[in-house]
């Protein structure tokens, strides 16, 4: 059996620990099969909305100013493990961000897959198809 | 009776998060429930023993050892706990560490989830 569960996060980067936790525990997935019976698995989806949308930006400095991993590494390594990677186009328009901003591939580090632009309604129907919701 | 898993990222002081969430822990168990607790970021502080009760902050200690004595797993966050520097040796008698991991498994299994993410 695959249940679905659904990452939301809708907080800024680095003001608190919240968004680098659930992109922690999306990437957690994973390794989920060793607690489970064969056949069964997690289904992540990870997606950015409101202030959520902020972690997305590319070419974060944390690591030069804070000493710490960049909230972008994480989505990089989110896209690498092959984690649908959904970002609200609406609030990244809000934010009067546009694309060549937001982190949408991580060629750089061999991942397949890309972020997806997608507007608010299509996270709505991804929550909706999810068992269970992480939302922080 | 089902399952209930919360997941909850909020410190113990600081706000009334950890409260609410171990209160629902209470109520479910007591109507029969499973119930799981996964403490990750400022919420593994909960998992520290020796928590001196003051009247104006949250003290918890004693409602987590009645929830793993009952049979609740409550469970931290090993990396956070540790960054925290909160160790195995400091920890509340059957609380458990674990990586991420055990919380989506927890997810997976239970009937519903109730997650609580930071301030």
Not at chain 1, 12 to 25: A, D, G, I, N, Q
Not at chain 1, 108 to 131: H, K, Q, R, W, Y
Request: net charge negative; charged share 25%; proline share 1%.
């Amino acid at each position: 059996m695959i249940k679905k569960i659904a990452f939301v996060v809708d907080k800024m980067p680095y003001k608190s620990e919240s968004s680098r936790l659930t992109l922690t525990h999306a990437i957690a997935s994973q390794t989920v099969e060793i607690h489970l019976d064969d056949g069964d698995n997690v289904e992540p989806v990870l997606a950015f909305i409101g202030e959520g949308v902020l972690n997305c930006l590319k070419n974060q400095k944390a690591s030069e100013v804070y000493g710490v991993t960049t909230l972008e590494s994480h989505i990089k390594n989110a896209l690498l493990t092959d984690i649908k990677l959904l970002i609200c186009e609406e609030d990244v328009k809000k934010y009067g961000l546009t694309e060549d901003q937001i982190i949408m591939d991580a060629e750089d580090i061999g991942a397949d897959i890309t972020s997806e632009l997608v507007p608010f309604s299509e996270i709505m129907s991804a929550m909706e198809l999810a068992d269970h919701i992480v939302y922080s | 009776m089902g399952k209930l898993t919360i997941g909850c990222f909020s410190s113990l002081v600081g706000s009334m998060t950890l409260d609410f969430a171990v209160k629902l822990a209470e109520a479910a168990r007591k109507k029969g429930h499973d119930v799981d607790v996964w403490l990750s970021g400022n919420g593994t502080m909960l998992a520290k023993k020796g928590q001196r009760s003051f009247k104006d902050y949250s003290a918890l200690e004693k409602t987590i050892t009645e929830l793993i004595a009952d049979g609740s797993n409550v469970v931290a966050c090993e990396a956070c706990a540790e960054a925290r520097g909160i160790h195995k040796e400091d920890l509340i008698s059957g609380l458990g560490i674990k990586s991420a991991d055990w919380y989506l498994a927890s997810c997976f299994s239970a009937d519903r989830v109730v997650h609580i993410g930071g301030e």
